[in-house]
């Protein structure tokens, strides 16, 4: 029956898909990809409000909120988060991959490492803007006289509490645009790929 279903559908004639809400992590998923990203089966959302149900299913867009109490528990598991992976060495050697030399900028190592933890927990490609910002919060710490590793905390926990990490999101065209369809993205395509096979981010490939 499957196979039968699969085969006949001709996407072809569906010329209007319409428009995708944007998917929170329920409570599972949060947990696997905290998992996957971070190296340590901490099991942070285990604390949090139970995710609201519809049809059966827990992962319906339309039905999973964000209360305020839910926003609380995301900062608190992000800070939680951070610390334990900064007190395993072994896991902080691979999130903190690059440390400044005698001749490098401590912000432009600090960008490297931003990056590819941002560019993994936004499960997409990021930008210089979005860099910046979070190396802002970087500085905040090297302001405050912390040392490089801990002027790093701030922004990764900016990282995991962002919409970005929370939510799958798939950004519209322009509002002016002719035709509001387009085909998914490679990494959104993963995206939707990973979480409906095993509940996670995508793996590297």
């Known amino acids: 029956w499957l196979k039968s279903a699969l085969e006949s559908v001709d996407c072809r004639k569906i010329s209007q898909p319409g428009r995708v809400t944007i998917r929170k992590l329920n409570r ?16 942070p959302a285990d604390d949090f409000p139970a995710d609201n149900v519809g049809n059966g299913f827990d992962n319906i867009a339309q039905v999973l909120s964000l209360p305020p109490l839910l926003m ?12 334990q992976a900064f007190d395993d ?33 936004f499960r ?48 519209d065209l322009e509002p002016d645009a002719d035709d509001q369809t387009r085909p998914l993205n490679d990494y959104e395509l993963a995206t939707r790929l990973s979480y409906f096979l095993w509940s996670s981010m995508p793996d590297a490939e």
């Not at 599972?28 to 099991?43: H, Q």
């Not at 400044?100 to 900028?105: F, L, V």
């Not at 990021?126 to 701030?154: F, K, M």
């Open 124 to 171: 997409r490609p990021v930008d210089d803007a979005e860099i910046e910002r979070l190396t802002t919060l970087y500085q905040l710490g090297t302001d405050n006289e912390l040392d490089y590793v801990d002027s790093l905390r701030l922004p990764l926990q900016a990282i995991l509490a962002s919409p970005q990490f929370l939510y799958r999101i798939e950004f």
């Open 72 to 83: 609380e528990k995301y900062l608190e598991a992000a800070e939680a988060v951070v610390n």
């Open 28 to 43: 599972a998923e949060y947990n696997n990809t905290i998992r996957d990203l971070v190296g340590i089966d901490f099991r």
């Open 89 to 121: 060495e072994q896991v902080r050697a691979q999130i903190i991959f690059a440390a400044p030399g005698e001749n490098e900028s401590h912000p432009d190592v600090a960008r490297q490492v931003i990056r590819q933890f941002a560019e993994r927990a």
